[in-house]
């Protein structure tokens, strides 16, 4: 009876192949994903809470982590903003050129991370093709704070158009219609009715794109001048701390990283259900 | 006031105005925001990647691109693409038969930790092969004694690339055949037809463009892979150099134009992958998954 229950661990099927895929399946992960991961847990724990309180609050680690998550939300607000826009005008607007557009925008998912980060610092340098009209306005952005913040910008930017756009292109123009005719003007419909209905991608997209820019290293790099406690972010600090070869410290970090990045993640996931239980959907 | 500028418009502007659109000013202003935004983001950057390279002629070009190591890291990047995108593909056909065919407990928990290396900063994803297989590592003496190197050699550079690039067939694959059922299956089945050549005849045909632009972004990620391919790689010239790993090697030469040279094969690789990609998606939109995100 136990027995018979215990292998009923699927519903009954017609189809074959169960216990082979779910079997590949689960190995494959294990060996990949979790494992190695796992790796990393143990590791942590091993040091014991002081030592890894003590590595992780180190001046440099706190600027590193401080310079990672402060830039990577900054650059995930700002990509809101202009995917919002982004999206909204490839969905809504007809005009030469769209579709090109719409193609051009998965281009960070498609473009290496060290080109994408060799190509904006050759443009943002002093000597390069926007670099040298801000140049004589007293702004750097190539091996500067600022620098990092592009970059994270270039990488998260999909994240966002492509979570809010298919739910923009599902929107219900009805819903429009009744919003204008109870007398609000567009306006009022736009940020009042459409926005929050867009909220839960919006957020989506943002978290996305911030969990993405926390752990980007490629583009970076090249860009950020890697100056300790002023450009240098936490995956590089890590790669340093693997160099030196101090693996405590680089897996201390890296616990550190992941830690505060599912904690935002889950943070943004509450966020979410509570907007859909208050806005429906 | 504001009701007044509002009313004014409604008679000055056009009448028939459709009130789920914004007013011509609006739209354009928006329309030149977010081509303005792509073109300094996005273009610019893929633009002067060629312009970069090709700045010191032609002739530099071609021998950057043909000078022993530099040819040396295509062959890795080639060799390393040619096993993890495989692996990876083999990985999401079983993943999303067995999510999407049957019901089972714990299934939604699988299928969250399939998308776990996206979370996971490629710096960590390379991190946590050297913590298991490295000198110091949990296996690192074992191997040794082996003679086993897997950490600064092709093997870990491997292993890494496939972790980043895990969940990506299988991303493109669940939620399409979960949406398709298994009508099809039954039918063949109770129609006589064995189990493998059901998923062969019935299943894969269903999924194939799916399955097409899983392995296309798999590839794009494979090839391109820096952060974790640079923890395990150990930057032996010729060696353990793939082509991303080459151009930053270059680039710390101060030799640009070779650097950009490498980097424009890579931007190349990228175009190729959208133009794929967009194709896949405007001939075959029903037949892939219909969710936007990659």
Redesign the interface.
């Known amino acids: 009876m136990a027995g018979a229950r215990g292998l009923a661990?699927?519903?009954p099927?017609?189809?074959?192949?169960?216990g082979?895929?779910?079997g590949?399946?689960?190995t494959?992960?294990s060996l990949?994903?979790?494992?190695?991961?796992a790796?990393?847990i143990?590791?942590t724990a091993s040091l014991g809470f002081s030592g890894f309180w003590e590595i992780v609050t180190a001046p440099r680690t706190l600027a590193a982590l401080r310079v990672s998550f402060v830039i990577s939300l900054i650059a995930a607000a700002i990509n809101v903003v202009?995917g919002v826009?982004?999206a909204?005008?490839?969905i809504?607007?007809r005009?030469p050129?769209r579709?090109v557009?719409d193609?051009?925008?998965?281009?960070?998912?498609?473009?290496?991370?060290?080109?994408?980060g060799?190509?904006?610092t050759?443009?943002y340098a002093p000597n390069?093709?926007?670099g040298s009209w801000l140049a004589p306005l007293g702004i750097k952005v190539a091996y500067t704070p600022l620098g990092i913040g592009?970059a994270l910008?270039?990488i998260g930017?999909p994240f966002v158009v492509?979570?809010v756009?298919?739910v923009l292109e599902d929107f219900e123009?009805e819903i429009?219609?009744a919003a204008?005719?109870l007398g609000a003007?567009?306006r009022q419909?736009?940020f009042r009715v459409m926005l929050p209905a867009l909220m839960p991608s919006i957020l989506t997209g943002f978290a996305?794109a911030f969990?993405r820019a926390?752990?980007?290293?490629?583009s970076v790099i090249?860009i950020a001048g890697n100056i300790p406690f002023v450009s240098e972010i936490a995956?590089?600090l890590?790669?340093i701390r693997?160099e030196e070869?101090s693996?405590a410290q680089?897996?201390a970090i890296?616990a550190a990283?992941?830690f505060i990045?599912?904690a935002v993640?889950l943070f943004v996931n509450l966020v979410q259900a509570w907007q859909r239980r208050r806005f429906g959907q | 006031m504001s009701d007044l500028i509002y009313g004014l418009d409604f008679v000055t502007e056009d009448r028939a105005r459709s009130v789920t659109t914004e007013r011509r000013p609006v739209r354009i202003a928006l329309i030149l925001i977010a081509v303005a935004f792509l073109t300094i983001f996005l273009l610019l950057p893929l633009v002067s990647v060629f312009s970069e390279a090709l700045r010191a002629g032609l002739g530099a070009y071609w021998e950057a691109i043909s000078e022993p190591d530099a040819l040396a890291a295509m062959r890795l990047t080639l060799l390393v693409a040619a096993i993890a995108v495989p692996a990876n593909f083999l990985f999401g056909l079983a993943a999303s038969w067995a999510i999407a065919k049957f019901e089972f407990p714990g299934k939604s928990v699988l299928n969250t930790l399939i998308d776990l290396p996206f979370s996971v900063s490629p710096v960590i994803s390379g991190l946590v092969y050297v913590l298991l297989f490295g000198l110091q590592g949990y296996f690192g003496a074992y191997l040794q004694s082996e003679g086993i190197q897997i950490v600064f050699a092709v093997p870990g550079i491997v292993l890494a690339t496939i972790f980043v690039t895990f969940p990506f067939v299988a991303r493109e694959l669940v939620p399409l055949m979960q949406e398709q059922g298994i009508g099809d299956e039954e039918a063949a089945i109770s129609l006589g037809a064995s189990g493998l050549k059901t998923f062969l005849f019935v299943t894969l045909p269903n999924v194939k463009w799916a399955l097409l632009y899983g392995v296309i972004l798999c590839n794009a990620r494979a090839m391109g892979e820096f952060g974790a391919v640079s923890v395990v790689s150990g930057h032996i010239r010729g060696k353990t150099n793939t082509m991303p790993l080459h151009v930053e090697i270059l680039y710390n030469e101060y030799n640009f134009a070779a650097a950009f040279a490498v980097a424009s094969l890579l931007a190349l690789l990228a175009l190729v992958t959208l133009v794929v990609k967009v194709a896949l998606e405007w001939r075959f939109a029903d037949q892939i998954s219909a969710s936007g995100r990659h």
């Open positions: 661990l699927k519903r099927s017609a189809l074959p192949g169960f082979l895929a779910l590949f399946t689960l494959y992960l990949i994903v979790l494992i190695p991961l790796a990393l143990l590791k202009f826009i982004v909204w005008v490839l809504r607007y005009f050129g579709r557009l193609a051009i925008v998965d281009l960070p998912f498609a473009l290496p991370t060290a080109v994408a060799i190509a904006l050759a443009i390069g093709w926007i592009v910008v270039f930017l492509r979570t756009q298919p123009r429009e219609e204008a005719s003007n567009r419909t736009v996305l969990a926390v752990g980007e290293y490629g090249f995956p590089l890590i790669v693997l070869f693996y680089a897996t890296a990283m992941l990045a599912f993640i």
